[in-house]
Nanobody, 114 residues
Framework: QVQLVESGGGLVQTGGSLRLSCAASGSIFSIKTLNWYRQAPGKQRELVALITSGGSTNYADSVKGRFTISRDNAKTVYLQVNSLKPEDTGVYYC?????????WGQGTQVTVSS
């Protein structure tokens, strides 16, 4: 069992920045890859960034150069979001898959005003 808790969302103006955190607990030794997804109102959830246990990262084209995913230990993963745009608005979720089972956090709201 793994529990994921996101934090750090908020309301910012266009061009602003936030640092989102994902705190993992439980069987964290089982976590290979941690993902950040977001879901905008009326849209499907989309993958924005991921980081593997070896530190490799990957980003959606729409956020490359603006978002940075990192981890400082086995328990916490961050998503630094810079140069925010109104289209970045949505609920940001932390996710991992262990033994074909999906684990999601409750999400943190990011709202970017124009």
């Amino acid at each position: 069992q793994v529990q994921l808790v996101e934090s750090g969302g908020g309301l910012v103006q266009t061009g602003g920045s936030l640092r989102l955190s994902c705190a993992a607990s439980g069987s964290i030794f089982s976590i290979k890859t941690l993902n950040w997804y977001r879901q905008a109102p009326g849209k499907q959830r989309e993958l924005v960034a991921l980081i593997t246990s070896g530190g490799s990262t990957n980003y959606a084209d729409s956020v490359k150069g603006r978002f940075t995913i990192s981890r400082d230990n086995a328990k916490t993963v961050y998503l630094q979001v810079n140069s925010l745009k109104p289209e970045d608005t949505g609920v940001y979720y932390c996710h991992t898959n262990i033994m074909w089972r999906d684990y999601w956090g409750q999400g943190t709201q990011v709202t970017v005003s124009s």
